[in-house]
């Protein structure tokens, strides 16, 4: 079992490249990683998990989501809160985060995953595929560009939908997954509002 350390975008295409099933990418803590979309490859026969995950500590906020609506208050995620998270961005039109066909054995923890892509609305920021299963998504913050927490009534978005999941054995549990409702650049559809969308989930578990 290899652990790598990444404060880069390019470190972090090596490790997802070279990395077999056991192994932990470990994600500089507050480091930004841009790229046009990280695809996680299936990596052939294994069942240990490949990790990704941050270096320091996941703030301890996100174990209260996704429910975290109490006596009328709600704790919303600022860019301050997360400020010691790694952020996973992507800068086309394309998730930060795919899964490629027959991937599975993945997890991803601790990340924040947007978008740094101005005047245009993508699909989804993290998107499965074709035959997967045991992906597992878990204490991240997954948001448009423009979702800091901080700003109401933001009208038009950047991304339609947070996540589109299908396969088995998937398991999304306490992320914040915020800003996700509008409209589209140029107010040309309305977004679906869907922060997770499936057509087929086999013994799996979103929260």
């Known amino acids: 079992m290899t652990t790598y350390n990444v404060s880069t975008s390019g470190e972090l295409q090596t ?4 990395c077999t099933y056991g192994d932990t ?3 500089l ?7 046009t979309g990280l695809v996680l490859p299936n990596k052939g026969a ?3 998990y490949i ?3 941050t270096q320091g500590t996941i703030p301890s906020f996100l174990n209260s989501y996704p429910n975290d609506y109490v006596n009328g208050t709600y704790t919303r995620v600022t860019t301050a809160m997360a400020a010691v998270m790694p952020k996973v961005l992507t800068t086309a039109d394309q998730p930060v985060i795919a899964f490629a066909n027959d991937a599975h054995h993945w997890k991803v923890l601790g990340l924040e995953l947007s978008n740094n892509t101005p005047d245009q609305t993508i699909q989804q920021l993290v998107g499965t595929n074709l035959r997967n299963h045991h992906l597992w998504i878990e204490n991240c913050w997954v948001h448009p560009q423009e979702e800091n927490g901080t700003d109401n009534n933001i009208i038009e978005r950047s991304v339609n939908q947070a996540i589109i999941a299908n396969g088995d054995s998937i398991t999304i549990i306490k992320n ?3 800003g996700f409702t ?8 309305r977004l679906e509002a ?6 087929y989930l086999a013994d799996s578990l979103i929260e």
């Open 25 to 27: 990418i470990l994600l």
């Open 29 to 35: 803590a507050a480091g930004v990683f841009e790229n």
């Open 51 to 53: 990790t990704l995950t």
């Open 194 to 199: 869907s922060c997770i969308l499936s057509s």
């Open 176 to 178: 914040a997954i915020t």
């Open 46 to 48: 294994g069942s240990d």
């Open 182 to 189: 509008g409209y589209s650049y140029g107010f040309t559809f």
């Open 15 to 18: 490790a997802i490249t070279a």
